[in-house]
């Protein structure tokens, strides 16, 4: 099994930054993708940006040149890197991974980001 804690997230004005922190634990061998998503209040869940054990990266197009995946497998953990945020950056931020040769998906339990304007 995997278990992923997140952590590093908070409250911060339009065009600060944060940097998120998701550590992974348990089968880590087994995890073949990890990836971040956020879900706004009143809306669905949303791919942020994933990376593969390849270290490919995938971001969501309002994201793209302002946040950076990242991760350093000597301390199984993925980073998201959050620069220019703007309000509509506000939601709780979820990490995932994609587990075995079925793809399951683990999940954290969020870290909340808020951007105010």
């Known amino acids: 099994q995997v278990q992923l804690v997140e952590s590093g997230g908070g409250l911060v004005q339009a065009g600060g930054s944060l940097r998120l922190s998701c550590a992974a634990s348990g089968n880590i061998a087994s995890i073949a993708v990890m990836g971040w998503y956020r879900q706004a209040p009143g809306k669905q869940r949303e791919l942020v940006a994933r990376?593969?054990?390849?270290?490919?990266?995938d971001y969501a197009d309002s994201v793209k040149g302002r946040f950076t995946i990242s991760r350093d497998n000597a301390k199984n953990t993925v980073y998201l890197q959050m620069n220019s945020l703007k309000p509509e950056d506000t939601g709780v931020y979820y990490c995932?991974?994609?587990?075995?040769?079925?793809?399951?998906?683990?999940w954290g339990q969020g870290t909340l980001v808020t951007v105010s304007s």
């Open positions: 990376i593969t054990a390849a270290t490919s990266t």
């Open positions: 995932n991974a994609l587990v075995g040769m079925t793809r399951v998906a683990v």
